[in-house]
Protein backbone atom coordinates (compact mmCIF):
# COMPACT_ATOMS: atom_id res chain seq x y z
CA UNK A 1 0.00 0.00 0.00
CA UNK A 2 1.82 3.20 -1.39
CA UNK A 3 0.59 6.39 -1.39
CA UNK A 4 -0.37 8.15 -4.89
CA UNK A 5 1.57 11.44 -4.15
CA UNK A 6 4.48 10.37 -3.37
CA UNK A 7 7.46 7.83 -3.74
CA UNK A 8 8.35 5.49 -1.34
CA UNK A 9 10.24 6.57 1.64
CA UNK A 10 11.75 3.54 2.30
CA UNK A 11 13.68 2.38 -0.82
CA UNK A 12 15.86 -0.92 -1.84
CA UNK A 13 19.11 1.08 -1.03
CA UNK A 14 17.85 3.27 2.11
CA UNK A 15 21.09 3.58 4.08
CA UNK A 16 23.31 2.51 0.93
CA UNK A 17 25.43 5.92 -0.37
CA UNK A 18 27.54 3.42 -2.75
CA UNK A 19 27.64 1.16 -5.59
CA UNK A 20 29.81 -0.95 -3.26
CA UNK A 21 27.51 -0.92 -0.19
CA UNK A 22 24.75 -1.60 -1.90
CA UNK A 23 26.30 -4.83 -3.38
CA UNK A 24 27.57 -5.87 -0.06
CA UNK A 25 23.90 -5.36 1.71
CA UNK A 26 21.74 -6.85 -1.59
CA UNK A 27 24.68 -10.16 -1.98
CA UNK A 28 26.19 -10.88 1.09
CA UNK A 29 24.25 -9.44 4.01
CA UNK A 30 20.67 -9.68 3.21
CA UNK A 31 19.14 -13.45 3.01
CA UNK A 32 21.48 -14.40 6.61
CA UNK A 33 19.57 -15.73 9.06
CA UNK A 34 18.99 -13.80 12.55
CA UNK A 35 20.46 -14.50 15.42
CA UNK A 36 18.66 -12.46 18.19
CA UNK A 37 20.41 -13.64 21.14
CA UNK A 38 19.21 -10.94 23.41
CA UNK A 39 15.63 -9.52 23.60
CA UNK A 40 12.91 -9.31 25.67
CA UNK A 41 10.51 -10.94 24.35
CA UNK A 42 7.98 -12.51 26.78
CA UNK A 43 8.27 -16.39 26.63
CA UNK A 44 4.55 -16.84 27.33
CA UNK A 45 3.83 -15.26 23.83
CA UNK A 46 6.40 -18.08 22.10
CA UNK A 47 5.62 -20.84 23.95
CA UNK A 48 1.89 -19.66 22.36
CA UNK A 49 2.92 -19.36 19.42
CA UNK A 50 0.46 -16.15 19.42
CA UNK A 51 -1.77 -14.24 17.35
CA UNK A 52 -1.95 -10.78 17.94
CA UNK A 53 -5.68 -9.04 17.60
CA UNK A 54 -4.38 -5.43 16.80
CA UNK A 55 -1.34 -3.41 15.78
CA UNK A 56 -1.36 -1.63 19.42
CA UNK A 57 -1.14 -4.86 21.03
CA UNK A 58 2.06 -6.05 18.49
CA UNK A 59 3.61 -2.61 18.37
CA UNK A 60 2.68 -0.39 21.14
CA UNK A 61 1.99 -2.13 24.11
CA UNK A 62 5.67 -2.18 26.54
CA UNK A 63 7.52 -0.24 24.13
CA UNK A 64 9.57 2.63 26.01
CA UNK A 65 10.85 4.16 22.74
CA UNK A 66 7.35 5.32 22.23
CA UNK A 67 6.50 6.43 25.21
CA UNK A 68 9.43 8.57 25.77
CA UNK A 69 8.77 10.21 22.03
CA UNK A 70 5.27 10.47 22.88
CA UNK A 71 5.77 11.95 26.43
CA UNK A 72 7.79 14.18 24.64
CA UNK A 73 5.45 14.86 22.12
CA UNK A 74 2.65 16.05 25.28
CA UNK A 75 1.14 13.04 24.91
CA UNK A 76 -0.49 12.25 28.41
CA UNK A 77 0.10 8.76 30.24
CA UNK A 78 -3.36 7.80 30.11
CA UNK A 79 -2.58 7.46 26.27
CA UNK A 80 1.13 5.51 27.38
CA UNK A 81 0.70 3.17 29.81
CA UNK A 82 -2.92 4.03 31.21
CA UNK A 83 -6.14 2.92 30.09
CA UNK A 84 -7.06 4.50 27.08
CA UNK A 85 -8.40 2.82 24.45
CA UNK A 86 -6.03 0.64 22.07
CA UNK A 87 -6.58 2.85 18.93
CA UNK A 88 -6.32 5.96 20.59
CA UNK A 89 -2.67 4.89 22.29
CA UNK A 90 -1.92 4.39 18.65
CA UNK A 91 -4.00 7.87 17.10
CA UNK A 92 -1.70 9.69 19.59
CA UNK A 93 1.76 7.40 18.32
CA UNK A 94 0.53 8.34 14.78
CA UNK A 95 0.51 12.33 15.49
CA UNK A 96 3.85 11.75 17.30
CA UNK A 97 5.79 10.13 14.57
CA UNK A 98 5.80 13.29 12.10
CA UNK A 99 7.57 14.53 15.12
CA UNK A 100 10.26 12.14 15.10
CA UNK A 101 12.39 13.46 12.21
CA UNK A 102 15.85 12.57 12.92
CA UNK A 103 15.03 10.11 15.66
CA UNK A 104 15.41 6.66 14.59
CA UNK A 105 11.80 5.93 15.70
CA UNK A 106 11.05 7.69 12.04
CA UNK A 107 13.22 5.30 10.05
CA UNK A 108 12.30 2.02 12.46
CA UNK A 109 8.56 2.76 12.56
CA UNK A 110 7.76 2.95 8.64
CA UNK A 111 10.88 0.30 8.25
CA UNK A 112 8.38 -2.22 9.92
CA UNK A 113 5.49 -1.09 8.48
CA UNK A 114 6.96 -1.89 5.18
CA UNK A 115 8.47 -4.76 6.05
CA UNK A 116 5.60 -6.58 7.77
CA UNK A 117 2.88 -4.88 6.12
CA UNK A 118 4.41 -3.84 3.07
CA UNK A 119 2.56 -0.34 4.06
CA UNK A 120 5.00 2.19 2.51
CA UNK A 121 2.27 5.23 3.67
CA UNK A 122 4.23 7.94 5.86
CA UNK A 123 2.31 6.85 9.09
CA UNK A 124 0.40 10.50 10.66
CA UNK A 125 -2.57 11.74 11.96
CA UNK A 126 -4.58 11.37 8.27
CA UNK A 127 -2.89 8.09 7.65
CA UNK A 128 -4.00 6.48 11.04
CA UNK A 129 -6.82 4.38 10.67
CA UNK A 130 -5.87 3.32 6.90
CA UNK A 131 -2.72 1.70 8.52
CA UNK A 132 -4.71 0.54 11.47
CA UNK A 133 -7.18 -1.12 9.22
CA UNK A 134 -4.47 -2.48 6.57
CA UNK A 135 -2.15 -3.87 9.76
CA UNK A 136 -5.22 -5.31 11.76
CA UNK A 137 -6.29 -7.37 8.61
CA UNK A 138 -3.12 -8.72 7.84
CA UNK A 139 -2.68 -9.67 11.57
CA UNK A 140 -5.57 -12.01 11.26
CA UNK A 141 -3.01 -14.60 9.07
CA UNK A 142 -0.18 -13.37 11.45
CA UNK A 143 1.31 -15.83 14.44
CA UNK A 144 4.65 -15.74 16.31
CA UNK A 145 5.87 -18.35 14.02
CA UNK A 146 5.10 -16.78 10.83
CA UNK A 147 6.84 -13.52 12.06
CA UNK A 148 10.21 -15.94 12.85
CA UNK A 149 9.67 -17.29 9.78
CA UNK A 150 9.70 -14.60 7.80
CA UNK A 151 12.84 -12.89 8.62
CA UNK A 152 14.93 -16.41 9.07
CA UNK A 153 15.02 -16.16 13.10
CA UNK A 154 17.68 -18.71 13.58
CA UNK A 155 17.65 -18.23 17.19
CA UNK A 156 15.62 -16.23 20.24
CA UNK A 157 17.15 -15.48 23.67
CA UNK A 158 15.14 -14.34 26.02
CA UNK A 159 15.75 -12.43 29.42
CA UNK A 160 14.61 -14.70 32.44
CA UNK A 161 14.81 -14.22 36.01
CA UNK A 162 16.24 -16.84 38.12
CA UNK A 163 13.72 -17.42 39.90
CA UNK A 164 11.21 -18.14 37.28
CA UNK A 165 10.30 -21.11 36.97
CA UNK A 166 10.57 -21.25 33.12
CA UNK A 167 7.71 -23.03 32.41
CA UNK A 168 6.72 -21.12 28.63
CA UNK A 169 10.68 -22.53 27.76
CA UNK A 170 10.30 -25.70 28.80
CA UNK A 171 7.24 -26.41 26.53
CA UNK A 172 8.87 -25.16 23.94
CA UNK A 173 12.27 -27.81 24.36
CA UNK A 174 9.44 -30.35 24.69
CA UNK A 175 7.81 -29.67 21.60
CA UNK A 176 9.87 -27.80 18.74
CA UNK A 177 6.96 -28.43 16.30
CA UNK A 178 5.77 -24.83 17.89
CA UNK A 179 8.43 -22.90 16.15
CA UNK A 180 10.26 -25.59 14.43
CA UNK A 181 12.75 -23.64 12.10
CA UNK A 182 14.06 -21.21 15.35
CA UNK A 183 15.39 -22.03 18.93
CA UNK A 184 14.05 -20.61 21.51
CA UNK A 185 16.64 -20.26 25.10
CA UNK A 186 16.47 -18.90 28.50
CA UNK A 187 19.40 -15.90 29.20
CA UNK A 188 19.94 -16.10 33.03
CA UNK A 189 19.58 -12.39 34.18
CA UNK A 190 19.97 -11.92 38.26
CA UNK A 191 19.72 -8.27 38.60
CA UNK A 192 17.05 -8.87 41.40
CA UNK A 193 19.85 -9.53 43.64
CA UNK A 194 21.90 -6.86 43.15
CA UNK A 195 21.22 -3.26 45.80
CA UNK A 196 19.06 -0.90 44.26
CA UNK A 197 18.27 -2.93 41.17
CA UNK A 198 15.23 -5.47 42.78
CA UNK A 199 11.66 -5.30 42.30
CA UNK A 200 11.71 -6.03 45.88
CA UNK A 201 14.13 -6.20 49.08
CA UNK A 202 16.71 -8.98 49.09
CA UNK A 203 14.95 -11.29 51.57
CA UNK A 204 11.71 -11.65 49.72
CA UNK A 205 13.73 -12.03 46.99
CA UNK A 206 16.13 -14.25 47.98
CA UNK A 207 13.83 -16.67 49.74
CA UNK A 208 11.49 -16.70 46.45
CA UNK A 209 14.80 -18.28 44.83
CA UNK A 210 15.75 -20.42 47.04
CA UNK A 211 11.97 -21.97 47.62
CA UNK A 212 11.55 -21.01 51.70
CA UNK A 213 13.71 -19.76 53.73
CA UNK A 214 17.10 -18.87 52.56
CA UNK A 215 18.87 -17.59 55.80
CA UNK A 216 22.57 -18.30 54.76
CA UNK A 217 25.19 -17.43 51.82
CA UNK A 218 25.10 -20.96 51.24
CA UNK A 219 21.50 -21.51 50.55
CA UNK A 220 21.95 -18.51 48.44
CA UNK A 221 24.62 -19.64 46.23
CA UNK A 222 22.90 -23.55 46.00
CA UNK A 223 19.68 -21.80 45.24
CA UNK A 224 21.24 -19.50 42.07
CA UNK A 225 23.16 -22.87 41.33
CA UNK A 226 20.26 -24.95 40.94
CA UNK A 227 18.16 -22.41 39.00
CA UNK A 228 21.45 -22.17 36.66
CA UNK A 229 21.20 -26.06 36.04
CA UNK A 230 17.26 -25.70 35.03
CA UNK A 231 18.50 -22.95 32.69
CA UNK A 232 21.11 -25.12 31.04
CA UNK A 233 18.92 -28.43 31.07
CA UNK A 234 16.59 -26.17 28.73
CA UNK A 235 19.70 -24.86 25.90
CA UNK A 236 20.34 -21.78 28.11
CA UNK A 237 24.24 -20.86 27.50
CA UNK A 238 24.41 -17.69 28.20
CA UNK A 239 23.47 -14.69 31.26
CA UNK A 240 22.98 -11.33 31.54
CA UNK A 241 23.52 -8.12 33.60
CA UNK A 242 22.09 -4.94 33.99
CA UNK A 243 23.82 -2.63 36.38
CA UNK A 244 25.05 0.78 36.71
CA UNK A 245 28.66 -0.29 36.80
CA UNK A 246 30.62 -3.28 38.10
CA UNK A 247 31.31 -2.37 41.65
CA UNK A 248 35.15 -1.13 42.78
CA UNK A 249 35.30 -3.27 45.66
CA UNK A 250 38.13 -5.77 46.93
CA UNK A 251 36.80 -9.21 46.84
CA UNK A 252 36.10 -10.71 50.37
CA UNK A 253 36.14 -14.56 51.75
CA UNK A 254 32.89 -16.61 52.11
CA UNK A 255 32.54 -16.19 55.67
CA UNK A 256 32.88 -12.23 55.39
CA UNK A 257 30.18 -12.90 52.77
CA UNK A 258 28.00 -14.48 54.54
CA UNK A 259 28.20 -11.96 57.04
CA UNK A 260 27.42 -9.19 54.71
CA UNK A 261 24.61 -11.57 53.08
CA UNK A 262 22.70 -11.59 56.35
CA UNK A 263 23.26 -7.61 56.83
CA UNK A 264 21.82 -7.02 53.84
CA UNK A 265 18.83 -9.31 53.66
CA UNK A 266 18.00 -7.91 57.17
CA UNK A 267 18.53 -4.49 55.38
CA UNK A 268 21.45 -3.33 57.65
CA UNK A 269 24.29 -3.78 55.47
CA UNK A 270 26.36 -0.49 54.57
CA UNK A 271 26.71 0.65 50.49
CA UNK A 272 29.77 -0.40 50.61
CA UNK A 273 29.29 -3.97 51.99
CA UNK A 274 26.08 -3.83 49.17
CA UNK A 275 28.98 -3.37 46.82
CA UNK A 276 30.88 -6.27 48.49
CA UNK A 277 27.57 -8.58 48.13
CA UNK A 278 27.23 -7.92 44.69
CA UNK A 279 30.39 -8.30 43.67
CA UNK A 280 30.62 -11.78 45.49
CA UNK A 281 27.35 -12.49 43.33
CA UNK A 282 28.97 -11.70 39.92
CA UNK A 283 32.40 -13.83 40.77
CA UNK A 284 30.40 -16.76 41.69
CA UNK A 285 28.00 -16.40 38.51
CA UNK A 286 30.91 -15.74 36.42
CA UNK A 287 32.81 -18.80 37.57
CA UNK A 288 29.87 -20.86 37.17
CA UNK A 289 29.38 -19.84 33.55
CA UNK A 290 32.87 -20.95 33.00
CA UNK A 291 32.72 -24.22 34.19
CA UNK A 292 28.99 -24.50 32.51
CA UNK A 293 30.70 -23.49 29.16
CA UNK A 294 27.93 -20.68 28.99
CA UNK A 295 29.03 -16.40 28.20
CA UNK A 296 27.79 -13.67 30.04
CA UNK A 297 26.55 -10.24 28.72
CA UNK A 298 27.30 -7.20 30.91
CA UNK A 299 25.57 -4.38 30.10
CA UNK A 300 26.49 -0.99 32.41
CA UNK A 301 25.51 2.48 32.62
CA UNK A 302 22.09 2.66 32.61
CA UNK A 303 20.06 5.59 35.44
CA UNK A 304 17.14 4.05 35.98
CA UNK A 305 13.61 5.27 37.21
CA UNK A 306 14.48 9.17 37.18
CA UNK A 307 10.67 10.40 37.46
CA UNK A 308 9.53 10.17 41.19
CA UNK A 309 6.24 11.05 40.54
CA UNK A 310 5.99 7.75 37.91
CA UNK A 311 7.66 5.89 40.09
CA UNK A 312 5.19 6.42 42.86
CA UNK A 313 2.13 6.44 40.58
CA UNK A 314 3.01 4.18 37.77
CA UNK A 315 6.13 2.36 38.39
CA UNK A 316 9.24 0.67 37.91
CA UNK A 317 11.00 0.80 34.36
CA UNK A 318 8.28 2.27 32.01
CA UNK A 319 10.77 4.42 29.76
CA UNK A 320 11.46 7.15 32.65
CA UNK A 321 15.63 5.85 32.31
CA UNK A 322 18.53 7.45 30.97
CA UNK A 323 22.10 7.21 30.51
CA UNK A 324 24.57 7.45 33.68
CA UNK A 325 27.50 8.81 34.09
CA UNK A 326 29.71 6.80 36.64
CA UNK A 327 33.22 5.56 36.44
CA UNK A 328 33.45 1.94 34.58
CA UNK A 329 36.87 1.11 34.25
CA UNK A 330 37.80 0.50 37.64
CA UNK A 331 35.35 -2.18 38.80
CA UNK A 332 35.86 -3.65 34.99
CA UNK A 333 39.27 -4.09 35.62
CA UNK A 334 39.39 -5.25 39.29
CA UNK A 335 36.39 -7.74 38.28
CA UNK A 336 37.48 -9.11 35.12
CA UNK A 337 41.20 -9.28 36.24
CA UNK A 338 40.25 -11.07 38.95
CA UNK A 339 38.36 -14.08 37.28
CA UNK A 340 41.65 -14.18 34.83
CA UNK A 341 43.64 -14.46 38.07
CA UNK A 342 41.50 -17.39 39.03
CA UNK A 343 41.54 -18.83 35.43
CA UNK A 344 37.39 -18.50 35.33
CA UNK A 345 36.72 -16.24 33.10
CA UNK A 346 33.56 -16.75 30.29
CA UNK A 347 32.96 -15.76 27.30
CA UNK A 348 31.98 -12.33 27.86
CA UNK A 349 30.54 -9.18 25.97
CA UNK A 350 30.39 -5.79 27.46
CA UNK A 351 27.68 -3.44 26.55
CA UNK A 352 28.10 0.42 27.58
CA UNK A 353 25.14 2.88 27.58
CA UNK A 354 27.33 6.71 27.80
CA UNK A 355 29.41 6.67 24.64
CA UNK A 356 31.67 8.80 26.44
CA UNK A 357 32.94 5.30 27.93
CA UNK A 358 32.70 4.03 23.89
CA UNK A 359 37.07 3.73 24.04
CA UNK A 360 37.05 2.73 27.83
CA UNK A 361 35.13 -0.40 27.05
CA UNK A 362 36.58 -1.36 23.65
CA UNK A 363 40.21 -1.07 25.36
CA UNK A 364 39.18 -3.31 27.90
CA UNK A 365 37.93 -5.77 26.37
CA UNK A 366 41.45 -6.42 24.79
CA UNK A 367 42.77 -6.77 27.90
CA UNK A 368 41.55 -10.16 29.32
CA UNK A 369 42.71 -12.31 26.42
CA UNK A 370 46.34 -14.14 26.66
CA UNK A 371 47.59 -16.28 29.01
CA UNK A 372 46.40 -18.71 31.35
CA UNK A 373 43.06 -20.65 30.13
CA UNK A 374 42.18 -17.35 27.70
CA UNK A 375 44.48 -18.05 25.37
CA UNK A 376 43.29 -19.60 22.23
CA UNK A 377 39.62 -18.85 21.68
CA UNK A 378 39.59 -16.00 18.94
CA UNK A 379 36.92 -12.82 20.00
CA UNK A 380 36.18 -14.25 23.63
CA UNK A 381 35.91 -10.95 24.78
CA UNK A 382 33.55 -8.57 22.80
CA UNK A 383 32.64 -5.53 22.90
CA UNK A 384 28.95 -5.31 21.99
CA UNK A 385 26.71 -4.06 19.51
CA UNK A 386 25.38 0.01 20.39
CA UNK A 387 22.69 -0.70 22.98
CA UNK A 388 19.36 0.98 24.06
CA UNK A 389 19.96 5.17 23.28
CA UNK A 390 22.83 3.86 21.03
CA UNK A 391 20.97 1.38 18.98
CA UNK A 392 21.07 3.79 16.22
CA UNK A 393 22.38 5.39 13.79
CA UNK A 394 25.16 7.77 15.15
CA UNK A 395 25.53 5.31 18.10
CA UNK A 396 26.23 2.10 16.10
CA UNK A 397 28.79 4.09 13.93
CA UNK A 398 30.12 5.22 16.58
CA UNK A 399 30.59 1.37 18.37
CA UNK A 400 31.82 -0.17 14.81
CA UNK A 401 34.38 2.86 14.94
CA UNK A 402 35.68 2.61 18.03
CA UNK A 403 35.91 -1.60 18.07
CA UNK A 404 37.69 -1.34 14.28
CA UNK A 405 40.24 1.29 15.92
CA UNK A 406 40.95 -0.57 19.34
CA UNK A 407 39.85 -4.51 18.69
CA UNK A 408 39.08 -6.64 15.45
CA UNK A 409 35.67 -6.20 13.53
CA UNK A 410 35.98 -8.66 11.98
CA UNK A 411 35.39 -11.12 15.03
CA UNK A 412 32.42 -8.63 16.47
CA UNK A 413 28.72 -10.99 17.08
CA UNK A 414 27.09 -8.04 15.08
CA UNK A 415 23.21 -6.69 16.26
CA UNK A 416 20.77 -7.76 18.38
CA UNK A 417 16.73 -6.41 18.90
CA UNK A 418 16.79 -5.60 22.75
CA UNK A 419 13.44 -5.35 22.47
CA UNK A 420 10.03 -6.69 23.95
CA UNK A 421 7.95 -6.28 20.35
CA UNK A 422 7.84 -8.82 17.37
CA UNK A 423 7.50 -6.03 15.14
CA UNK A 424 11.42 -4.91 15.90
CA UNK A 425 13.61 -7.35 13.59
CA UNK A 426 14.31 -4.65 11.02
CA UNK A 427 16.68 -3.45 13.65
CA UNK A 428 18.72 -6.15 12.49
CA UNK A 429 18.14 -4.84 8.72
CA UNK A 430 19.29 -1.51 9.67
CA UNK A 431 22.49 -2.26 11.55
CA UNK A 432 23.49 -4.65 8.44
CA UNK A 433 22.81 -1.27 6.33
CA UNK A 434 24.65 0.79 8.18
CA UNK A 435 27.52 -2.08 8.21
CA UNK A 436 27.49 -2.40 4.40
CA UNK A 437 27.76 1.65 3.93
CA UNK A 438 30.33 2.05 6.27
CA UNK A 439 32.49 -0.93 4.14
CA UNK A 440 31.02 0.03 1.22
CA UNK A 441 32.47 3.69 1.17
CA UNK A 442 35.58 2.80 3.16
CA UNK A 443 36.38 0.14 0.19
CA UNK A 444 35.55 3.27 -2.58
CA UNK A 445 37.85 5.69 -0.40
CA UNK A 446 40.75 2.83 -1.09
CA UNK A 447 40.52 2.54 2.98
CA UNK A 448 39.86 -0.67 2.89
CA UNK A 449 40.91 -3.37 -0.29
CA UNK A 450 37.47 -2.73 -2.58
CA UNK A 451 37.37 -6.85 -2.46
CA UNK A 452 33.65 -7.76 -2.72
CA UNK A 453 34.48 -11.48 -1.64
CA UNK A 454 36.61 -10.34 1.26
CA UNK A 455 33.80 -7.98 2.48
CA UNK A 456 31.10 -9.81 1.87
CA UNK A 457 32.33 -12.31 3.83
CA UNK A 458 33.07 -9.91 6.90
CA UNK A 459 29.49 -8.36 6.68
CA UNK A 460 28.33 -12.33 6.50
CA UNK A 461 30.25 -13.63 9.76
CA UNK A 462 29.19 -9.88 11.52
CA UNK A 463 25.60 -10.79 10.57
CA UNK A 464 25.27 -13.99 11.59
CA UNK A 465 28.36 -16.79 11.21
CA UNK A 466 30.06 -15.32 14.67
CA UNK A 467 26.97 -14.78 16.61
CA UNK A 468 26.35 -18.12 16.13
CA UNK A 469 29.80 -19.89 16.03
CA UNK A 470 30.77 -17.62 19.24
CA UNK A 471 27.46 -19.01 21.52
CA UNK A 472 27.49 -22.67 20.43
CA UNK A 473 23.77 -23.20 20.95
CA UNK A 474 22.18 -25.82 19.04
CA UNK A 475 19.94 -24.87 16.22
CA UNK A 476 16.50 -26.26 14.69
CA UNK A 477 15.18 -27.01 11.44
CA UNK A 478 16.61 -25.54 8.33
CA UNK A 479 18.92 -23.57 10.49
CA UNK A 480 20.48 -26.65 12.19
Known sequence: MTSAAAAPYITDDFLLSTETARALYHDYAAAMPIYDYHCHLPPEDLSANRAFETLYDVWLDGDHYKWRAMRQNGVPE??????ADPYDKFLAFARTVPQTLRNPLHHWTHLELRRYFDIDLLLN??????VWDEANRQLKRLRVSDILDRFNVALVGTIDDPADDLGHHKTLFDDPSILPDTAVVPAFRPDNLYNDQGATNLREYSDRLAGGACETLGQLLDAIDASLD????????LSDHGLPSIPDVEPVDVHELDRVFRAARDGQA????????????LLHVAQRYHTLGWSAQYH?????????WAYDHIGRHIGFDSIGDRRQAPGMSRFFGELTRRECLPNCVLYNLNPADNYVFASMAGNF????????KAGRMQYGSGWWFLDQKEGMTWQINALSNLGLLTRFIGMLTDSRSFLSYPRHEYFRRLLCDILGRDAEAGEVPNDLEVLGKVVQDISFNNARDYFGMPLKGRHA
Not at 78 to 83: A, I, V
Not at 125 to 130: M, P
Not at 300 to 308: F, I, K, P, T, V
Open 125 to 130: EDTAKE
Open 300 to 308: LGEMRNNNG
Open 230 to 237: RFHALGGR
Open 369 to 376: VGGGDTSG
Open 78 to 83: SHCTGD
Open 270 to 281: SPHERDQFDLGI
